[in-house]
């Protein structure tokens, strides 16, 4: 008669010990993140209700109307120039100020705190000095006009508002990726830089060929949470033009909010939320693709 091994010699005790601990955190992942994906997936093929019974299947007809919106289209356009106008000012001005503090200088410490201040404010204080700064009879107008420069509507511009937005959300990333960057500096080596005076390298070609190559997997992790952090960016929006001037600084979180919100619409905005997640997660992709072959 064969005997049954016991359950302990399937099981070693690290095993046991990393399932019980491991537990309480899938859980919470599933409640808190893949079933709320699952349920968004489900949902955009819906006509979404507030109530259960009032959810009706239609199949790939969201996603339809989606692709073939001329406001959506727009929306998409103007997310991308947001991104891209916002992640090019907020890598490379904290990276050069973080090579300027991460030297010998005096009050260096404090500059480190003044330039992250931005990252611990409150956007909607912000969105709403920045409001305040670029009316048509705000500060900003008021400083443009002692230099004999005719006074900008901004905010009611659809050439300017963005800009507004950009502006604000690079500011506001600023002091993060300072941090971020200033963390990498520390991490290369002093020795390259002392290899490198000896052959009698400047500053631009220590940067360039030392700096830079050592900061890679920085500056990889800095572009990516900056674009997700655009990706995601609502408040500067809600706050400071709604949307407007005719449609042009309508951005995807916020248009997802519109027809969820404003229009009922659950089904047709939880399929645009599927395309703000695929979004993301190409994003994610590429960052783990870079960061494999480091």
Do not use: C
């Not at 601990?21 to 919470?28: D, E, G, K, V």
């Not at 107008?141 to 800009?163: C, H, K, Q, R």
Request: proline fraction near 4%; charge should be neutral; aromatic fraction near 18%.
């Amino acid at each position: 008669m064969t005997k049954v091994k016991p359950i302990s010699s399937w099981l070693d005790r690290d095993s046991v010990a990393a399932g019980i601990f491991l537990t309480p955190a899938a859980i919470l992942l599933g409640i808190f993140l893949f079933y709320p994906i699952a349920y968004l997936l489900y949902l955009s093929f819906t006509t979404g209700s507030f109530t259960v019974t009032g959810v009706q299947w239609i199949g790939w007809r969201n996603y339809l109307r989606l692709f073939t919106d001329a406001d959506f289209w727009q929306v998409i356009g103007n997310t991308a120039y947001f991104t891209i106008a916002t992640v090019i000012p907020a890598i490379l001005v904290p990276l050069g100020l973080a090579v300027l503090l991460n030297r010998s200088l005096a009050w260096r410490g404090v500059l480190r705190a003044a330039y992250f201040i931005p990252s611990i404010t409150s956007l909607v204080a912000v969105g709403l000095a920045f409001r305040w700064l670029f009316q048509a009879d705000g500060p900003v107008n008021d400083l443009l006009i002692t230099w004999g420069i005719e006074p900008i509507s901004w905010l009611s511009s659809t050439v300017w508002a963005m800009p507004v937005l950009i502006l604000l959300s690079s500011w506001k990333q600023l002091g993060f990726n300072l941090v971020v960057f200033i963390a990498g500096l520390q991490i290369i080596p002093q020795s390259h830089y002392e290899a490198a005076e000896l052959d009698g390298a400047n500053d631009w070609a220590k940067f360039w060929y030392i700096t830079i190559p050592g900061l890679k997997p920085t500056l990889v992790f800095a572009v990516l949470t900056t674009a997700i952090f655009t990706l995601r960016s609502f408040e500067q929006v809600y706050i400071i033009t709604g949307g407007g001037p005719l449609n042009s600084t309508n951005l995807l979180v916020y248009y997802i909010y519109q027809q969820a919100f404003s229009r009922f619409e659950f089904g047709y905005a939880a399929a645009a939320a599927v395309i703000l997640l695929m979004i993301a997660a190409v994003f994610v992709y590429f960052y783990l693709r870079i960061w494999n072959e480091e």
